[in-house]
Structures are given as structure tokens and as C-alpha cells.
């Protein structure tokens, strides 16, 4: 049974910092693509970012790139987001998500977290 849990949100003021960490377990983590996603309010869940397996390949979606930096450490089976500058509409629940590829497209990742909420004040 593969888990993810995603860990490190929490409230920042605009401008600031946060790192997010997603642990798995139930699996061999480094066969998966990793992506992040997230869900404000009233609004359909998006993509934030995806890494290749090996780390090598990144891709960001527009709204957080040069912003956000996504990572993982295969030997501690975590994937982290990096975020800075944050903005008041980064607010929203972030997932992380095991998938087949660096892409954005949701139905291309098989496994879930439960998410983990961030609110950035303004």
C-alpha cells in the first residue's frame, strides 16, 4: 500500500518562506515521478511542479516558477517544495502526488497524499 504524507505547511506572511516535505512508504519510491498540486477554495485542484525519478528532469507550472523549486531524496524516499516570494494566492491545500512522468496532467499519478494546507497573509 503506497502512503505519501505530505508535511510543513502552515501560515506565512507575503514574501516569506516554506518548505513542504512528502514522505513515502509502501513502495520503491525511486521508480515514480513525483509532483506537487494544489487546491484553493472553491477552485479546481492544479499542477504546481513534477520531478523525474532521478531528479534530473523538472518542470514548474507558470504561476510559481522562479518561485518554487522541487527536489526529492531518493535515499530518504521524500520529495520537497521549495517555496519563496509567496503570494497571497498560493493559499490552498498542496498535494503531493507518485506518478508515471513529469507532466501535469492529474490523471497521470496513481498515488495521493492527504494534503497539507498553507496560507500566506498579506
Known amino acids: 500500500q503506497v502512503q505519501l504524507v505530505e508535511s510543513g505547511g502552515g501560515l506565512v506572511q507575503a514574501g516569506g518562506s516554506l518548505r513542504l516535505s512528502c514522505a513515502a512508504s509502501?513502495?520503491?519510491?525511486?521508480?515514480?515521478?513525483m509532483g506537487w498540486f494544489r487546491q484553493a477554495p472553491g477552485k479546481e485542484r492544479e499542477f504546481v511542479a513534477a520531478i523525474s525519478w532521478s531528479g534530473g528532469g523538472t518542470y514548474y507550472a507558470d504561476s510559481v516558477k522562479g518561485r518554487f523549486t522541487i527536489s526529492r531524496d531518493n535515499a530518504k524516499n521524500t520529495v520537497y517544495l521549495q517555496m519563496n516570494s509567496l503570494k497571497p494566492e498560493d493559499t490552498a491545500v498542496y498535494y503531493c502526488a507518485a506518478g508515471r512522468g513529469v507532466v501535469p496532467a492529474s490523471y497521470e499519478y496513481d498515488y495521493w497524499g492527504q494534503g497539507t494546507q498553507v496560507t500566506v497573509s498579506s
Open positions: 509502501g513502495c520503491t519510491f525511486s521508480r515514480y515521478a
